[in-house]
């Protein structure tokens, strides 16, 4: 973040690495969230069904880059989950679906692999 902020940037955005069906249009959709919402973080989301729990993916987000001096701050006191953190600042967040998997999905052990295989498989 602050990187970014210093050479102009006012968002950034963050992705795992892990996650290769994260939805194409993620930052479109929480970008236009933030503006809707006037938002400092839009965190992405997944649910099966709409209607039901959503889970929450705070790794994909888009994140206004003032907030690196409070960030630095809580990361010296200790304060390790993004969640704990972000609930300090106005968040939202924008839910996605697939019927076949959660584009979230991210992998990370051979069973994983084995999972994301067969999905590409039914595809």
Known sequence: MKWAGDIGYEKVI???VDTPLFPENLLKELYKKMEESKSDIVFAASSKDHKRRK???P???LWKTYLHNDLKKELERGVRKVTI???????ANVCFTNKSIDPFFNINTPDDIKLFKEYLIKK
Request: glycine share 6%; proline share 0%; aromatic share 12%.
């Open 59 to 61: 790794v994909f987000g």
């Open 85 to 91: 953190w972000s609930e300090k600042h106005k968040t």
């Open 14 to 16: 963050t992705v795992a």
């Open 55 to 57: 889970d929450l993916h």
